[in-house]
């Protein structure tokens, strides 16, 4: 396969990145006054060509012509997928890699494979070469290059990601646009190396309510009570003074703008049992730790309807098994609704 780890290259890429290297050298070694070597024009032309190709590709990504390979692939408004904590997506691997990714030429981003395959490491030879031919096909780069990902060696997981690196500027952003891409021979979804704090908080279970009003009602008062008022207070406090100020009001704002979200989950035997998510806007906090503490502590508290017990609060409920979403079982994902979805559906082998 053409693709490459770190510390190998495939022979057309490499080729490709040593004639740049050529053409760079040789123009630093002539005068201002040469014309430029005919080597470099072409490269350069080259350059602008997959640049334009680029530009056309995003500026068309929602109405592509008939011919262009990315029509195989669902359009539309992807739902969104959401992870435990911040950093949910390195969970897994050996963190001395991302040492290594800074040497690795610019252009990255994680891919997240969907489909519980990605779980067996002994697939990922397979999953590698199928996302190679994917971005390949999505973007015409002659370069990238993808690396899986070795697991930490005291880790009791598989890592889920892989990364690719070497792609242009404006294939990054083609494939951020879409984010999920999906044909019938591969679904992953793509983001930055720098993940944002989730919007997916907890989920309550075990309430006998049906109605999210009465939830936003409980939510309300817990995000209300002195208790949290001093929780926030105590994280400002902690910040350096020129950071008190925007940090009260991305705070206050988060702790605000809560939202609840219900799920139709059913006990065994089809009994209904809802569960509700809480959410929030993740993006209003910087700091994975500040997060991970308010997080935390809003999930101990107590969410108990008038006169009735409380539903536990669960930072880490479900996982679904088609796009590794954490808000949700594979059973109720909106993936699988959408017009011309290509990728993994609800039948997993052997099990309905
Ligand atoms: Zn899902």
């Not at 050996?94 to 779980?119: C, M, S, T, Y």
């Not at 992953?188 to 279970?205: E, M, Q």
């Amino acid at each position: 396969m053409a693709s490459r780890s770190p510390r190998t290259s495939s022979p057309s890429s490499l080729q490709y990145d040593l004639d740049l290297d050529v053409s760079i050298s040789e123009a630093n070694t002539s005068t201002s006054l040469d014309p430029p070597p005919a080597n470099h024009t072409f490269i350069s032309l080259k350059k602008r060509m997959i640049a334009a190709k680029a530009c056309k590709s995003i500026t068309n990504l929602d109405n592509p012509p008939a011919n262009d390979p990315i029509n195989k692939y669902t359009k539309g408004d992807m739902p969104n997928v959401y992870y435990n904590h911040p950093t949910a997506a390195l969970d897994f691997i050996d963190i001395d890699q991302i040492d290594d990714w800074e040497n690795l030429p610019d252009g990255k981003l994680l891919a997240h494979p969907f489909g519980h395959e990605v779980r067996n490491i002994e697939a990922h030879q397979r999953i590698k070469a199928r996302l190679f031919a994917a971005i390949v096909e999505i973007t015409q780069s002659e370069s990238v290059g993808i690396c899986s990902l070795c697991p930490c060696s005291s880790a009791t997981g598989t890592p889920l990601i892989f990364l690719i690196f070497n792609i242009l500027e404006l294939h990054r952003q083609m494939l951020l646009k879409r984010e999920v891409w999906s044909s019938s021979m591969f679904t992953f979804r793509v983001t930055t190396l720098d993940p944002v704090c989730p919007d997916y908080l907890f989920a309550i279970t075990q309430l006998t309510i049906k109605a999210e009003e009465h939830i936003k009602d409980i939510v309300h008062k817990v995000r209300s009570a002195q208790g949290t008022t001093d929780v926030l207070q105590n994280i400002i406090d902690a910040l350096p003074n020129d950071e008190k100020a925007a940090a009260a009001k991305d705070l206050n704002d988060f702790i605000k703008l809560m939202w609840v979200k219900k799920l139709g989950t059913k006990k065994f035997g089809g009994a209904t049992a809802p569960t509700f998510n809480i959410l929030a806007n993740g993006k209003l906090i910087k700091d994975d730790d500040i997060w991970c503490h308010l997080r935390d502590y809003l999930a101990a508290q107590t969410y108990a309807p008038p006169f009735q017990d409380a539903g536990p609060a669960s930072t880490n409920l479900h996982r679904c098994s088609i796009c590794q979403s954490v808000d949700h079982p594979r059973g109720l994902c909106a993936f699988p609704h959408l017009e011309g979805w290509n990728g993994p559906s609800w039948e997993l082998p052997n099990t309905r």
